[in-house]
């Protein structure tokens, strides 16, 4: 079983800074098989990357995600007031079919 | 645009099953899209439960297999989520959701279900 890890728990940042967000996989997990997600307190989950660098339907392009070996990175480049949430990594694995999210990140205002 | 909806009860006892409803409109649950059920324990993060696909293949979370099933409703566009045994850890919220290039695309607003006696 792969197990996503995020880092940090929490990131205190102010807006108009860029952020770096980290998902650190335990086994190689294809990059194909990486999505991002955003949480704002009680609403559902909104997808904003998947295929770790494929911005969803109309996600700005101040979000962007990329890939090295088992780490992957989400960053968002100019922190707008909406942007501070919670993120999820997400990955796929085919052998069984199954779907694992990381513990999350809180990006929160500073 | 993909609009779901879940509905059931938002009170269930202990050892009793929980059972869920998606309503799915925008789209048909017989297109060639897997479907899923995820859900969020009050505080916590996201947990895959399983999946289907309208041919009748599913899927499910190896934590939740022996309790969990999933079923379609052709004729009204919805499908559903029966967790049996269900124990206080069993709380959360849960979401219906349309999958998409390996990642959950459209996701419902949620419901709440609370397991106590």
């Known amino acids: 079983e792969i197990v996503l890890t995020q880092s940090p728990g929490t990131l205190s940042l102010s807006p108009g800074e860029r952020a770096t967000l980290s998902c650190r996989a335990s086994?190689?997990?294809?990059?194909?098989?990486l999505a991002w997600y955003q949480q704002k307190p009680g609403q559902a989950p909104r997808l904003l990357i998947y295929a770790a660098s494929i911005r969803a339907t109309g996600i700005p392009d101040r979000f962007s995600g990329s890939a090295s070996g088992t780490d992957f990175t989400l960053s968002i480049s100019r922190l707008e007031p909406e942007d501070f949430a919670v993120y999820y990594c997400?990955?796929?694995?085919?052998?069984?079919?199954?779907?694992?999210f990381g513990q999350g990140t809180k990006l929160e205002i500073k | 645009q993909v609009q779901l909806q879940e509905s059931g009860p938002g009170l269930v006892k202990p050892s009793g099953t929980l059972s869920l409803t998606c309503a799915v409109s925008g789209g048909s649950i017989s297109s060639d899209d897997w479907w899923s059920w995820v859900r969020q324990p009050p505080g916590r993060g996201l947990e895959w439960i399983g999946e289907f696909h309208h041919s009748g293949s599913t899927n499910y979370n190896p934590s939740l297999k022996s309790r969990v099933t999933i079923s379609i409703d052709k004729s009204k566009n919805q499908f559903s989520l029966k967790v049996s045994s269900v124990i206080a850890a069993d709380t959360a919220v849960y979401y219906c959701?349309?999958?998409?290039?390996?990642?959950?695309?459209?996701w419902g607003p949620g419901v709440l279900v609370t397991v106590s006696s």
């Open positions: 997400q990955q796929y694995g085919s052998s069984p079919p199954t779907y694992t």
């Open positions: 086994q190689s997990v294809s990059g194909s098989y």
């Open positions: 959701a349309r999958n998409s290039f390996y990642s959950i695309e459209y």
